[in-house]
């Protein structure tokens, strides 16, 4: 077994310098994936979850969202994010930059890289499927479906897979049903898994301690998302890991 290298660095969105954080196993990865925060940006969470991915044999690099780390205030995180989506292209090309870093680094070709998000960066992997981003696959956890440039058809070459709690508040049945419509329309090759009675941020242990209603941890849900996630790069990357940790 190989062990796992970690990379801190920076790189560049036009004048924005961002933080990069590279986790992968020392020789042969399997395919790279890029994981997007949430709204407040790189947490240790993320870094946790890089570190999985490379334990299993990925390069796994988490991108940073505004140049300025992680964003305690969620006053601010939306503030930001308000600012970063006001111009659909810029926003997309903000995690084009990330991927471009990531092929360099982890020299992979595109049918072995992929991108997975939770909450904001669920939307931002959607949004790169929806621009034609040529990698193999997207995986959105408990992200936003909503999109002001929904995709034509023909246009998404990756493999999707959504996750997502039914009870979420933040993405009601009529975006879910407007998402779906959307894939359809676009000839998506698009994979849903929907929870019951599930709410945001299924995913992240620390949900419970912020006290909003919108928010719950789930532990069910995020073992069986994972699963989801790991059954989908098996067919794509041909692995044969089982989600035990991360």
């Known amino acids: 077994m190989s062990s796992i290298e970690v990379q801190q660095f920076t790189y560049r969105h036009g004048d924005v310098e961002l933080a990069g954080y590279l986790a992968q196993p020392s020789r042969y990865p399997r395919a790279g994936i890029l994981i997007v925060p ?20 990925y390069s796994a690099m988490v991108c940073d969202l505004y140049g300025a780390g992680v964003i305690r205030d969620m006053h601010e995180a939306r503030k930001r994010a308000d600012a970063l989506r006001a111009d659909p292209q810029y926003y997309r090309e903000r995690f084009r930059c990330a991927l471009d870093e990531l092929r360099a680094r982890s020299k992979l070709a595109n049918s072995r890289i992929g991108a997975i998000g939770y909450c904001m960066g669920g939307e931002i992997v959607l949004e790169m499927a929806r621009s034609g981003e040529d990698i193999a696959l997207v995986v959105s956890f408990h992200g936003l479906l909503a999109t002001p440039e929904p995709a034509r058809r023909g246009v998404i070459k990756a493999r999707i897979l959504v996750c997502h709690g039914r009870a979420d508040p933040l993405v009601p049945p009529k975006q879910v049903r407007a998402f779906l419509e959307e894939m359809d329309l676009a000839g998506a090759d698009c994979h849903m898994h929907i929870y019951s009675g599930v709410l945001h941020g299924f995913t992240d242990p620390g949900s419970d301690a912020r006290s909003v209603s919108a928010v719950r941890y789930n532990a069910s849900a995020d073992r069986q998302s994972k699963a989801a996630m790991l059954s989908m790069f098996d067919e794509m990357f041909q692995t044969r890991k089982t989600p035990d940790h991360g």
Do not use: H, K, Y
């Open 38 to 57: 949430t709204i407040v940006g790189p947490t240790q969470l993320m870094f946790d979850r890089a570190r999985w991915l490379a334990s299993l044999g």
